[in-house]
């Protein structure tokens, strides 16, 4: 199966810059997108960033400007790299993979990480 794995969270003060990866281990065929999500304490998950097969990239107004997302398609990684952070852009950030063919299922799935916190100080 499919494992994504996040690293890169941490404290950071405000205006300061952090780097996400997610490594995807496991045998993927081919996958529709790859994703960031955050959650911040007593609100919903929300996109943060998303990038296709494709190279095409989404990103959520509160971010854009400020946050880009990439992937290095050798490493099965992808990297959301977090500049002029803001103490609202606290949250447990999780890496998506949607669409995701693997070996002997049908169909397509979709795999989340664990999650890794990232806290801005103001």
């Known amino acids: 199966q499919v494992q994504l794995v996040e690293s890169g969270g941490g404290l950071v003060q405000a205006g300061g810059s952090l780097r996400l990866s997610c490594a995807a281990s496991g045998t993927i065929f081919s996958f529709n997108s790859m994703g960031w999500y955050r959650q911040a304490p007593g609100k919903q998950r929300e996109l943060v960033a998303a990038i296709t097969s494709g190279g095409s990239t989404n990103y959520a107004d509160s971010v854009k400007g400020r946050f880009t997302i990439s992937r290095d398609n050798a490493k099965n990684t992808v990297y959301l790299e977090m500049n002029s952070l803001k103490p609202e852009d606290t949250a447990v950030y999780y890496c998506?993979?949607?669409?995701?063919?693997?070996?002997?299922?049908?169909?397509?799935?979709?795999?989340w990480g664990q999650g890794t916190q990232v806290t801005v100080s103001s």
């Open positions: 998506r993979a949607e669409g995701v063919k693997v070996p002997l299922t049908a169909g397509r799935l979709d795999f």
